[in-house]
């Protein structure tokens, strides 16, 4: 290893990327855009669902129960309908995402201590905010049934109507959110896309950088020339290192100041884990390089081989707790589950390497390995 | 006359096609990657994607242990909850929430079934970890209704109306129905938007890439100088990419989606195929634009990948637009994504034909024409 023939290479590709502004830019403001985008933009709070109704009672006691739904910030009341048809248009074409059909003697059953039956029709198409709508319209029917057999109770044994409610709901459920207490989105989201993001741009470049030069040719140079292939990738990729490395920071303070995420673990130590992620998933980026021969194909497995693993195999949108056992198996092959263990351990839960260790050693594992094997499959002289 | 320079005309398209279609077969890591894309990736992110409630694990501190208590925890029933056992002490049960090996701590006070039986009211505890928020929420939802629940039927049965006498108590009885995916199947929603999503990506790289890679090697200029019209070099491209995309969405749909997630067709599979061949014509200008002002393909990915976040968020696949705040709802009209899911989830899940679809099919043309001639004008002038 000569130093200075690093530095050399180095240099001359630090260069490069600075006389392509377009490319340089990028290089920064790509990050920091998928961060923002993607941090508001992924939004599961679900919120103002909008709603219609077919009251075939018109009712003093149906319109009461109807403003439980009008009056709550889940749902947004979209009128009245005449016909149950016209809720089913109306749910095709997406005006409205639930309907609501109050059937006729609805109060006249109730007051006479009968049960009676609505419907809720909901829009399935994205179970998740289907099975939180659903949930929602349960509460509120709940609530509702509560009181309604309080006051029958009340009256029935005698008893004042808190008693009644007291005795009939005797169970309660108090939550406490632990790490995250208010529940919001954006702490959870904000801090674990740093692991999407550094999971794409790192190998983004690196395959632009390296395969720029298989295509144009210009990598016969390095062939004919006396550096070693060693010199050659260290050089290579020092400078989109350095690159990542300032993302890290620049992601990082806008996790905090941008989006207000906590971070309650240790800087030094959270830094230092991420910059062995970029080193990781730069050697995904390097691998990739030496497989393919052009900027098209380098640039879609990129994509291919972050972005949908990131996203859905690593436990930021959903658990892994949820997953199959050949998925589960996936997950643990991939550097981006225990990249997102540690950034959620720093953020949120404030945890350090005691608690952390067995990711990091994982990490170390997985860039050791990737660099192994891509210096393995780089040649000077390439096989026809 | 002009019926043998419409011919001519139609014959040099065919010869850029297959020109093109020709270029594309000699690269196979490409051809593999778009096939990958189209197969196991769709087929990944419908398989594994779960944001519903499932095998969330939990343990129980029960410092009851009483016949009411163990009712209790048997209501936290698999496929929604994992029991992973008692523990006896807080704190080792702490350490497996703050490791992330369990996902809440269910805590059973004392005199639990006593107090239930005397109608005093009973707190119970659940601590969960909120580091992840969506789950967090599923959770505690479940485990408030369960909770509820469990504890009317005990009263109820105590004051004499079980459930069987549900007719004589004034309640509501909630007969909820979900439509167009009525057990909410996970894979459905997930495998069609991973495929709304790649066509999306391919049929802006493919094209900006065969453009931008004529400027690059300088071949462009071979194409300057042949009697071809500008139309005539960046049509090709993007009908041959258009075919190659076309027949990965048909062996995506009947190859992965429907054996393997039983994803059902419930439109017309014309109009999908028409509607999927108009929106990569859009999306293709977008392409071509991002080619013309490119020099390298670097700055081609680059822009790509810049464009494609916003489109993709203002779609509608993410965040339904009236969760959207109100000035990003208008900006969802110029996101030609938003039409296609309107229509893609509209055509494959609910079954919507023209007479629903029409807004947004004229949405989608009047925004794709734009779009195209920005694309080739912009081409024109370089």
Redesign the interface.
Known sequence: MNRKRIWAVAYKEWREILR?R??FS??F??PV??LM??GW??????????FAVLDQDKSHLSRD?LHRFIDSRYF?YRGDVQKAEQLD?L????DI?FALIIPDKFQE????????????????????????A??Y???I??N???H??A???ARTRGISQEQAL????????????????A???S???ASGLMMLVLMITPP?LTV?GVV?EK?NGSIYNIYASTISRGEFILGKLLPYFLISCINILILWSIVIFLFNAPFKGNPLFYFAVSVLYVICTTGIGLLISF???????A???T??ITF??AM??S?L???L????DS?QL?AHAFPAMYYL?LT??SF??G?GWD?LWGNVVALMLYAGLLWIIAYLNFHKRPRQ | MSMQRTALWWRRMAVMIIKELKQLYR?P??LV??A??FTA?VY??G???????????FVVIDHDHSAASRE?IYAFRPPYF?FQGELADARSAEKL????EI?AILDIPNHFQH??LQ????????????????????M??????L??R???N???QQ?GLSTEH?????????????????N???S???SIS?LLTVIT?LSM??PA?AAV?EKERGTIEQLMVSPLTPIQILLPKVLAMGLVILFAVAVSLYGIMQPAFHVPIQGSTGLFFAVTALYVFATSGIGLFIASI??????V???V??II??I??LSGA???P??MPTGLRYAMYISPLSYFI?MG??IL??G?DLE?LWDSLLGLTVLGSIIFSLGIWRFQIQ
Do not use: C
Request: aromatic content about 8%; hydrophobic content about 50%.
């Open positions: 392509d377009l490319f990028m290089a403001l790509l855009l998928m985008v993607l933009g992924i939004s599961l709070d679900v919120e103002n669902i909008p129960f947004s248009t749910l095709a074409h997406s995402r059953k109730l007051l006479a201590g009968q049960s009676t039956a609505v419907q809720s029709i909901i829009d399935g198409v994205f179970p998740y905010r289907a099975q939180v659903k949930g319209v349960s509460a029917i709940n509702f049934n509560a309604s057999l006051d029958f109770i007291a005795l009939i709901n005797p169970v309660h459920l108090h939550p406490r959110y632990l790490f995250n207490q529940l919001r989105s702490w959870s989201m983004m632009l720029r295509e497989l393919v021969n052009t900027q098209v194909a640039v879609m497995l994509m291919v949908v693993p859905l195999y436990g949108m959903m658990p707790s949820s997953l199959s998925t996936l263990r959620w351990g949120l839960k945890l608690a | 690269d890591v490409l990657i778009i990958y894309f990736d990944l992110a398989s594994g994607a779960k944001i519903t409630l499932y095998n969330a694990t209790l994992d929430l703050n490791n992330g996902l107090d239930l109608g005093k009211p009973v707190a119970l505890q659940l601590r969960l970890d909120a580091s992840n928020m969506s789950l967090a929420t599923l505690s939802d479940y485990s408030a209704e909770v509820g469990y504890g009317q005990y009263s109820l004051l549900i007719q004589t108590v004034p309640i509501i009885d909630d007969r909820h129905r979900v439509l167009y995916n009525p909410q199947t996970d459905w929603f997930m991973e990506m790289m493919l890439a890679r490119s020099r390298n393909l670097g700055q990915s680059m822009l990948l810049l976040m916003p993709i968020l993410w965040t339904p009236e969760a309107e989830y509209g899940l609910k919507a629903i």
